[in-house]
């Protein structure tokens, strides 16, 4: 194929590219080897923009300069989801809106913008998830000393259950066959973005993933239904449920109230498609559940690893506690109003993110596309790997590859240090930025500082890394099992 060039001279090529096959054997690696190998590439390359080829897939540019990923923020008209990532995310998202461009895109986007209001969310940071947290938090004290516990599986109930109530209205549980499932198809649909034959190798070996992805569909148009039958009993009732809460509201009646109003905004939005509707839900479940889920877990896997930073957190809250004059201990569970663990007010420590979530981002991309430093034709597949680029030393200094959550706080004023989108493109950027992200710190500002102050973790699965499994979010694989 014709090389992809910047001032006529043709792209460069990342370590390990063969004459043939160009860098297919790294794309069927496992997704790890995949992740390390993008690492590299920035190790060796820094900032510059570098061709990719696989076989029967479209040219590749692999970008890790926050200025070219700032250019793909700003200018999200020129960059399409397209027909790379639609065909590879069908079966499993349709038209959600992960996949979704245009008209369609703006409406699901509005629905989520008014289920992730103010409003709303400060029901779930007072009400729905201090309720769920104490559940969680009485699991954890009811095991017994050396018992295993897999704190991924805690995380991912606490997100399914405030997915499931507020956004559906449905009492949704981690453990029920439709995560199984989902988690499979997900895996499966992942994959597809590394193996070029995924067509041939699914003809073979596909039949658990169509079998997954009907059961995820299944449970898809069963949250459609269930809505549409809230819809018909609110109006029978007298049409007069509202968000707006009065001071009399109880903590109960409020969480009632907002429940389902995703799902109902969608189902206003598109009237007359429940398919499509079940897509969007599904899409906003994975959305809302994994990631957080998964980044919590990340999060105590690396806290666990640096003990200072895990007593840094502990004495964030002993001195919060201090100054209210409410001493918490296990005793306090469950939670009297005021004395929660949940509560607590966010800790500068729990708000620092971990630069480690990632996955590759291909975009088809328009001739128009200027990037910084290569001109990307029509169709071909620009890529990140947040996994590389959080590991910049040009981005992130020196020490990058430390963990060290202080990088976040300005050193002066000890609060939050502002970095911009493409340089912490975690929650992504521009236009398509990340809808969730005040309600993922929400619930990470109450699990982390809670979680790390009532509990003492020790590793459960002997020496070694732990690595993400296959799944479009970060999972991590095996779980994080602490005894
Ligand atoms: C730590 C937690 C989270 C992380 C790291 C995260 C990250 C991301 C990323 C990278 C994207 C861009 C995906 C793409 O376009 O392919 C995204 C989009 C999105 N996220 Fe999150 N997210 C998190 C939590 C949440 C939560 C709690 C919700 C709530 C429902 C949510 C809702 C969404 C939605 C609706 C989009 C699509 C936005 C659009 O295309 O316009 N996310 N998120």
């Known amino acids: 194929k014709k090389a992809i060039r910047r001032n006529g001279e043709p792209l460069r090529n990342p370590p390990n590219t063969l004459p043939l096959v160009g860098n297919g054997i790294q794309f069927l690696q496992p997704r790890w080897n995949l992740l390390s190998w993008f690492d590299r590439c920035q190790r060796q390359f820094g900032y510059e923009t570098l061709a990719l080829t696989v076989p029967t897939l479209p040219p590749g540019v692999l970008i890790h300069d ?11 008209g020129l960059f399409t989801k397209g027909n790379f990532v639609k065909t590879r995310s069908w079966d499993l998202f349709g038209n959600g809106i992960i996949n979704a461009d245009g008209d369609f895109w703006k409406l699901q986007r509005k629905a989520g913008l008014s289920f992730l209001n103010t409003a709303n969310l400060r029901v779930l940071t007072d009400v729905a998830l201090p309720q769920y947290l104490s559940e969680s938090v009485k699991e954890l004290q009811s095991t017994k000393p050396n018992q295993v516990v ?19 209205n449905m009492e949704m549980h981690f ?9 499979h198809a997900s895996g499966c649909t992942a994959q597809r973005f590394q193996n070029p034959l995924y067509p041939l190798t699914e003809l073979f070996f596909g039949r658990k993933f169509r079998k997954s992805v009907s059961i995820v569909k299944k449970f898809g148009l069963e949250i459609v239904s269930r809505a549409m039958e809230d819809q018909k009993a609110f109006q029978d ?31 206003s939005a598109i009237p007359d498609s429940p398919s499509t509707v079940a897509d969007a839900a599904l899409t906003y479940l994975s959305a809302g559940r994994d990631t957080t889920g998964q980044a919590l877990t990340w999060t105590f896997y690396l806290l666990l690893s640096h003990p200072e930073v895990l007593s840094k957190i502990r004495s964030e809250v002993d001195s919060v506690l201090s100054q209210q004059q409410q001493p918490l201990s296990s005793e306090d569970l469950p939670p009297r109003p005021g004395c929660c663990p949940s509560h607590l007010p966010s800790s500068p420590q729990s708000q ?18 200027p990037l910084k430093s290569a001109k990307p034709k029509q169709n071909s597949v620009l890529v990140w790997c947040l996994w590389a680029m959080q590991r910049s030393k040009l981005t992130w200094g020196k020490d990058a590859d430390e963990f060290n959550p202080g990088r976040f706080l300005d050193s002066e004023t000890g609060r939050l240090a502002h970095k911009s989108a493409a340089e912490f493109p975690v929650f992504y950027g521009g236009a398509r930025t990340c ?16 979680v790390a102050y009532l509990f003492d973790f020790e590793r459960g699965w002997g020496k ?17 099992l602490f005894l």
């Open 66 to 76: 926050p200025q070219n990923l700032d250019y793909v923020f700003k200018h999200e």
């Open 150 to 168: 897999d704190l991924q599986d805690i995380f991912h109930e606490i997100t399914t259950k405030l997915m499931g109530k507020m956004a559906y």
């Open 175 to 183: 453990s029920s066959p439709f995560s199984s499932s989902f988690d």
């Open 237 to 267: 009732e007298d049409g007069s449920k509202t968000t707006s809460f009065s001071s009399s509201s109880s903590a109960s009646d409020k969480l009632d109230q907002i429940s389902g109003s995703l799902i109902q905004s969608l189902l």
């Open 352 to 369: 620092c993110p971990t630069p480690s979530q990632s996955f590759t981002k291909p975009y088809d991309s328009t001739p128009q596309s």
């Open 435 to 450: 809808l969730g992200r005040r309600m993922a710190e929400g619930i990470a500002v109450q699990v982390i500082p809670a």
């Open 464 to 480: 070694g890394e732990r690595r993400s499994g296959s799944s479009l979010t970060l999972p991590m694989g095996g779980g994080c």
